[in-house]
């Protein structure tokens, strides 16, 4: 009935998923775009092109592994170049394991365990909110190989921000600062920290009060902070271990589903939410697109290797790899972990669960006490995630330093591995700071749907302007070395994904009020904007105002750290 059907959407996910991973694997000239425009090289220059990418490559070993190739020069990302930027730090140090790990143990965090009882809130059916765990795990893979494709041509820490400044070039530095705005204002790891508190207390049989929650999510924000500062080697270690912890946990949920489908458990009629399983589905576009953030939420962390990879050996073959690898181990237990929870309670149950969906499960299955074991466990998941989020938003954060950015106090501070010459503690306290302010301002019971809202919004921008980005360079630079290339249907799909995601949410929802009541329905998109536009008056202030107010004008000098890192230095010139 509906139940097998939900298992046939599964398989043909689970189809679609290898036939994905094929794909990358062994690309071959009938998967290539054939129109004119896009696809300009011949057979004979693409093996050219593979040639010049091969001598790139250094004959030596380093630490056991080749030496990355030199990104793409000509497209000049930054002002450093890849040697520059690559310098510094702990070296390379990161293998296909511990970045695999780095993109499950970010995926992984309180999302799945989390967020199903409100997407199915706004979505009003069990049905619906399987159909949208699907879709955000097509989009995912179109984004992960559109990144791949970016990764492979600029193998260098920053992410998105390296992406930009190869596109956008012009005005200078624009697109710099705006991402800037948006990773380090709406950079924080304030949710996941939320919900430790909440689940820890409950663990602790206490109560989850207004500051006794704050304060045990600030204890944790400051905690992960200095643990990636002072002891990174640690830091890394524990992070791996917690993936590795969660994985754990989700097949323990997923094996669990299993035994309560097979009706030796308590639950009375595990199929109970599977019969008429679309039924209440909502109607408004507003509803889909609230709901669909949240999904890429728990999706989120399929790039989390392109914002490290100077701390990564052989980082084009690492991130070919590890990137499918931790999608699809999360992709597999999302889906089965969610039809576990619609097996062991009804859909008017796990709405009303809120943020402790999965502790509603285990109780129903097993009792109060594993419910309470559970709380521990997913405790546990969210920590390892604000650990992994931490670690990637530091090196971020030291990367839009390295660029030049004013900051208070100088961007050299900023860009530093202070005070251990391997690890970037200032970067971290620039993360550190809005966390806290987000942590400390709005009630948790509205802040968490909210910061999902929030977050999820400004990104869709950023991948709108990266895949317009890929079709531009497709065009303007045929010959670029492109060591993975994304088939393009996946990236327009990605694309008409992110115009919806970016025009539904101002629609108006079935119920009036959206998810995040008293707050207005479209309150998170004007943030998000608003954030974005910070940045602009920032780069408007500092490249053109002030200048011209002042009469000086910026130049730039590269400078070396005592740790060995690169940085850009603006010089204030008096004009005659």
Same mark, same amino acid.
């Given at each position: 009935?509906?139940?097998?059907?939900?298992?046939?959407?599964?398989?043909?996910?689970?189809?679609?998923?290898?036939?994905?991973?094929?794909?990358?694997?062994?690309?071959?000239?009938?998967?290539?775009?054939?129109?004119?425009?896009?696809?300009?090289?011949?057979?004979?220059?693409?093996?050219?092109?593979?040639?010049?990418?091969?001598? *790139?490559?250094?004959? #030596?070993?380093?630490?056991?592994?080749?030496?990355?190739?030199?990104?793409? $020069?000509?497209?000049? %990302?930054? #002002?450093?170049?890849?040697?520059?930027?690559?310098?510094?730090?702990?070296?390379?140090?990161?293998?296909?394991?511990?970045?695999?790990?780095?993109?499950?143990?970010?995926?992984?965090?309180?999302?799945?365990?989390?967020?199903?009882?409100?997407?199915?809130?706004?979505?009003?059916?069990?049905? $619906?909110?399987?159909?949208?765990?699907?879709?955000?795990?097509?989009?995912?893979?179109?984004? =992960?190989?559109?990144?791949?494709?970016?990764?492979?041509?600029?193998?260098?820490?920053?992410? #998105?921000?390296?992406?930009?400044?190869?596109?956008?070039?012009?005005?200078?530095?624009?697109?710099?600062?705006?991402?800037?705005?948006?990773?380090?204002?709406?950079?924080?790891?304030?949710?996941?920290?939320?919900?430790?508190?909440?689940?820890?207390?409950?663990?602790?049989?206490?109560?989850?009060?207004?500051?006794? #929650?704050?304060?045990?999510?600030?204890?944790?924000?400051?905690?992960?902070?200095?643990?990636?500062?002072? !002891?990174?080697?640690?830091?890394?270690?524990?992070?791996?271990?917690?993936? +590795?912890?969660?994985?754990?946990?989700?097949?323990?949920?997923?094996?669990?589903?299993?035994?309560?489908?097979?009706?030796?458990?308590?639950?009375?009629?595990?199929?109970? @939410?599977?019969?008429?399983?679309? &039924?209440?589905?909502?109607?408004?576009?507003?509803?889909?697109?609230? !709901?669909?953030?949240?999904?890429?939420?728990?999706?989120?962390?399929?790039?989390?290797? @392109?914002?490290?990879? @100077?701390?990564?050996?052989?980082?084009?073959?690492?991130?070919?790899? &590890?990137?499918?690898? /931790?999608?699809?181990?999360?992709?597999?237990?999302?889906?089965? $972990?969610?039809?576990?929870?619609?097996? &062991?309670?009804?859909?008017?149950?796990? +709405?009303?669960?809120?943020?402790?969906?999965?502790?509603?499960?285990?109780?129903?299955?097993?009792?109060?006490?594993?419910?309470?074991?559970?709380?521990?466990?997913?405790?546990?998941?969210?920590?390892? @995630?604000?650990?992994?989020?931490?670690?990637? !938003?530091?090196?971020?954060?030291?990367?839009? $330093?390295?660029?030049?950015?004013?900051?208070?106090?100088?961007?050299?501070?900023?860009?530093?591995?202070?005070?251990?010459?391997?690890?970037?503690?200032?970067?971290?306290?620039?993360?550190?700071? %809005?966390?806290?302010?987000?942590?400390?301002?709005?009630?948790?019971?509205?802040?968490?749907?909210?910061?999902?809202?929030?977050?999820?919004?400004?990104?869709?921008?950023?991948?709108?302007?990266?895949?317009?980005?890929?079709?531009?360079?497709?065009?303007?630079?045929?010959?670029?070395?492109?060591?993975?290339?994304?088939?393009?249907?996946?990236?327009?799909?990605?694309?008409?994904?992110?115009?919806?995601? =970016?025009?539904?949410?101002?629609?108006?929802? &079935?119920?009036?009020?959206?998810?995040? %009541?008293?707050?207005?329905?479209?309150?998170?998109?004007?943030?998000?904007?608003?954030?974005?536009?910070? /940045?602009?008056?920032?780069?408007?202030?500092?490249?053109?105002?002030? %200048?011209?107010?002042?009469?000086?004008?910026?130049?730039?000098?590269?400078?070396? *750290?005592?740790?060995?890192?690169?940085?850009?230095?603006?010089?204030?010139?008096?004009?005659?």
């Amino acid at each position: 009935m509906i139940f097998a059907s939900c298992g046939h959407i599964l398989a043909l996910s689970s189809s679609a998923l290898l036939s994905s991973i094929n794909v990358f694997i062994a690309p071959t000239p009938s998967r290539r775009m054939s129109t004119t425009w896009w696809s300009r090289l011949s057979k004979q220059q693409q093996d050219d092109q593979d040639d010049r990418a091969s001598e *790139l490559q250094f004959g #030596e070993k380093d630490q056991g592994t080749q030496k990355p190739h030199k990104d793409n $020069a000509d497209l000049g %990302p930054g #002002e450093l170049t890849f040697e520059e930027d690559t310098a510094g730090g702990m070296g390379r140090y990161l293998g296909v394991t511990s970045c695999t790990l780095l993109i499950v143990g970010k995926i992984i965090g309180s999302g799945i365990f989390s967020t199903p009882s409100s997407i199915l809130s706004s979505v009003g059916s069990v049905g $619906a909110s399987l159909m949208l765990w699907v879709l955000g795990f097509l989009l995912s893979f179109c984004g =992960l190989f559109i990144w791949l494709e970016f990764g492979t041509m600029f193998p260098r820490s920053g992410g #998105e921000k390296v992406y930009l400044e190869a596109v956008y070039k012009k005005p200078k530095y624009l697109a710099t600062i705006i991402f800037a705005a948006n990773a380090i204002l709406l950079g924080f790891t304030a949710s996941n920290c939320i919900v430790f508190a909440s689940n820890i207390l409950v663990a602790a049989g206490q109560s989850a009060g207004r500051w006794n #929650e704050r304060g045990v999510a600030l204890g944790v924000m400051f905690f992960v902070t200095f643990l990636h500062g002072i !002891a990174p080697k640690t830091g890394v270690l524990i992070m791996n271990l917690l993936s +590795i912890f969660k994985i754990v946990i989700l097949v323990f949920v997923v094996v669990t589903g299993w035994v309560v489908l097979s009706g030796k458990t308590r639950v009375v009629d595990p199929y109970y @939410n599977f019969r008429n399983a679309f &039924a209440g589905s909502s109607t408004s576009s507003n509803d889909y697109a609230t !709901a669909t953030f949240k999904v890429l939420y728990a999706y989120t962390g399929w790039s989390n290797v @392109n914002y490290v990879m @100077n701390d990564v050996r052989n980082p084009v073959r690492t991130l070919k790899i &590890a990137g499918p690898l /931790g999608l699809g181990i999360c992709t597999v237990l999302y889906s089965l $972990a969610n039809v576990a929870y619609f097996s &062991a309670a009804t859909k008017t149950e796990i +709405i009303e669960s809120g943020v402790t969906v999965a502790s509603l499960f285990f109780g129903n299955v097993f009792g109060s006490v594993a419910e309470r074991a559970l709380s521990v466990f997913i405790a546990l998941s969210a920590l390892g @995630n604000v650990i992994t989020v931490t670690f990637v !938003a530091a090196r971020v954060n030291q990367e839009l $330093a390295k660029e030049g950015i004013p900051l208070p106090f100088g961007n050299k501070f900023w860009a530093s591995n202070w005070p251990t010459g391997k690890s970037p503690l200032p970067g971290l306290i620039i993360h550190l700071i %809005p966390s806290i302010i987000v942590i400390i301002g709005p009630p948790p019971n509205i802040a968490y749907p909210f910061i999902l809202d929030v977050e999820g919004y400004p990104q869709q921008i950023i991948n709108f302007f990266i895949v317009i980005g890929l079709f531009y360079l497709r065009w303007k630079k045929p010959d670029a070395i492109r060591p993975f290339k994304v088939w393009w249907p996946l990236a327009v799909f990605f694309l008409a994904a992110a115009c919806f995601l =970016l025009i539904a949410p101002f629609l108006k929802p &079935a119920n009036g009020v959206g998810d995040t %009541p008293p707050l207005p329905y479209y309150l998170y998109c004007l943030v998000g904007i608003a954030v974005m536009f910070v /940045g602009v008056l920032y780069w408007f202030a500092w490249r053109i105002m002030l %200048p011209k107010v002042f009469g000086y004008e910026l130049v730039p000098r590269k400078e070396i *750290l005592d740790d060995g890192t690169f940085v850009t230095v603006y010089l204030y010139r008096k004009m005659q």
